[in-house]
């Protein structure tokens, strides 16, 4: 468990109860929502970082995707995930998963504070930054991608990558303020921060997107992104805690 600046991953706050429409309010107990995640997996930190944003309190359970040829892939998990990747989270008596769905569903019914800007001009902004990182990039160097790949992974990694981020660079060059769009975070930094832990774990070269490397570097010291880093969770292996 991670403690930073009295952050800890999990935020603790007041047990909120279910309305009739199944979103949690003030008057009904509601039990806490299940991250089925893997530490290092750059869409559970996605989500990861959507609830502290949130201030929701959440039990994690890890999915070990490289242990016993990817725990992912059996059928006890296959039944929580039919797709048999992470992240999957059961809130409000449902289970979902992808980790933009699961967040736009918590933006839904957790609207404070928002992830998505208020001006729609915005809001597709932030989308597009969305999905070419979620899309675009990210699943071409998976796990289960880069298995497929073999001895060339690195460098097919760092093809995509690099070909994904020369695009954002220029969509962030006429969008972001103090983060990707605008000043406010939303869920555009939300997928940034876990792609760019990805591409340096590639050794990409960031000098090469001084944009995404200065939105980067002031995301990864607030607090949210830095108590939900693969370096401190309950998963984290030893030699790779912070």
């Known amino acids: 468990m991670c403690t930073i600046h009295g952050l800890k991953y999990m935020i603790h706050l007041p047990q909120r109860r279910k309305s009739s429409t199944g979103v949690p309010s003030e008057e009904e107990p509601a039990e806490q929502p299940v991250l089925y995640g893997y530490f290092r997996s750059s869409c559970s930190w996605r989500v990861r970082i959507a609830f502290a944003l949130k201030g929701i309190e959440y039990e994690q359970k890890t999915i070990n995707i490289l242990k016993d040829g990817g725990q992912q892939l059996t059928d006890q998990f296959k039944a929580v995930n039919p797709m048999q990747q992470v992240p999957a989270v059961t809130i409000d008596g449902i289970t979902l998963s992808q980790s933009l769905a699961i967040i736009q569903y918590i933006e839904e019914t957790r609207p404070e504070p928002r ?27 998976n796990v289960y ?34 983060h990707c769009v605008g000043d406010e975070i939303s869920m555009a930094d939300i997928c940034l921060v876990p792609q760019v832990y990805n591409a340096e774990r ?9 944009t995404i490397r200065r939105l980067n570097q002031t995301l990864i010291e607030i607090d949210a992104f830095k108590a939900t880093h693969p370096s401190c969770q309950p998963d984290t292996p030893d030699d790779l805690q912070a």
């Open 145 to 178: 991608v880069i298995q497929k790949i073999g001895e060339e992974k690195v460098q097919w990694a760092q093809h995509f990558i690099n070909r994904g981020f020369e695009a954002l660079e220029h969509i962030l060059k006429q969008t972001a303020g103090k």
């Open 202 to 210: 590639f050794k990409v070269d960031m000098s090469r997107f001084p």
């Open 115 to 141: 992830l998505l800007p208020a001006d729609p001009k915005q809001r597709a902004h932030v989308r597009i930054i969305c999905d070419i990182i979620a899309s675009g990039i990210q699943p071409l160097q």
